[in-house]
């Protein structure tokens, strides 16, 4: 398997609290991914990053922001928690180079509830 | 219309039959195509790449129609252990993201 380790695996928090999910990878690859997986959803992408630095907004980025300071820490932010945040949040990793046919490998995933 | 589209199910077929996905995109501009399996309350895990020509593996077959913008999944001789969601996964030419489908349910019974 695919080294990523996403932490922490579960935690509740309040309305209105920030919050930071990690993503840490042993592999080297050059792109992380955040997305989040909702019933009736499926998985829609959070923020994604290309390179130390290098982030760029997926389909569902309000009220989420990205880091990523170091090639194998991708961090997600919840700025100030909402209910409708609640969901499941999985880490991926991939080398990326769009030019060939490569996939992406998943974290175990976040389970976050927000009260 | 939805990027990638997918059969939520569920279906429900016998161990041993043979059962079939398709997944159809809307983006003709579409370049790799993937199959990710998920497990209840787990991660998705890639399944298998579509090649242009078709592609097997073991009991499983993926195929891909540029013309009409689909791809399928074949599961032949069904096993209990292959009920799970499976996921159409699409990534465009010139990007590093992958767009998934909801995915389709299975559920095989003994």
């Known amino acids: 398997d695919a080294g990523i380790t996403q932490s922490p695996r579960h935690k509740v928090t309040e309305t209105g609290t920030p919050v930071t999910l990690r993503c840490h990878q042993t592999?080297?690859?050059?792109?992380m991914y955040w997305y989040r997986q909702d019933p009736g959803h499926g998985l829609r992408l959070i923020h994604y990053?290309?390179?130390?630095?290098?982030?760029d907004k997926g389909e569902v980025s309000d009220g989420y922001s990205v880091s990523r300071s170091k090639t194998e820490d991708f961090l997600l932010t919840l700025e100030s928690a909402t209910s409708s945040q609640t969901s499941v949040y999985f880490c991926?990793?991939?080398?990326?180079?769009?030019?060939?046919?490569?996939?992406?490998?998943f974290g175990q995933g976040t389970r976050l509830t927000v009260v | 219309r939805k990027e990638v589209e997918q059969d939520p199910g569920p279906f429900n077929v016998p161990e041993g039959a043979t059962v079939a996905f398709n997944c159809t995109y809307s983006?003709?501009?579409?370049?790799?195509f993937f199959w990710y399996r998920q497990d209840c309350r787990k991660e998705p895990k890639l399944l298998m790449s579509?090649?242009?020509s078709g592609n097997e593996d073991g009991r499983f077959t993926a195929q891909l129609n540029r013309a009409s913008q689909y791809i399928s999944l074949l599961i032949r001789d069904s096993k209990l252990s292959d009920s799970a969601t499976y996921l159409c996964?699409?990534?465009?030419?010139?990007?590093?993201?992958?767009?998934f489908g909801k995915g389709t349910m299975l559920l095989v019974s003994p």
């Open positions: 996964v699409v990534r465009n030419s010139g990007y590093s993201t992958l767009t």
């Open positions: 991926a990793i991939s080398e990326g180079d769009p030019d060939l046919n490569t996939e992406a490998f």
């Open positions: 592999e080297n690859h050059r792109y």
């Open positions: 579509v090649y242009s």
């Open positions: 983006n003709s501009a579409s370049q790799s």
């Open positions: 990053s290309y390179g130390v630095k290098d982030t």
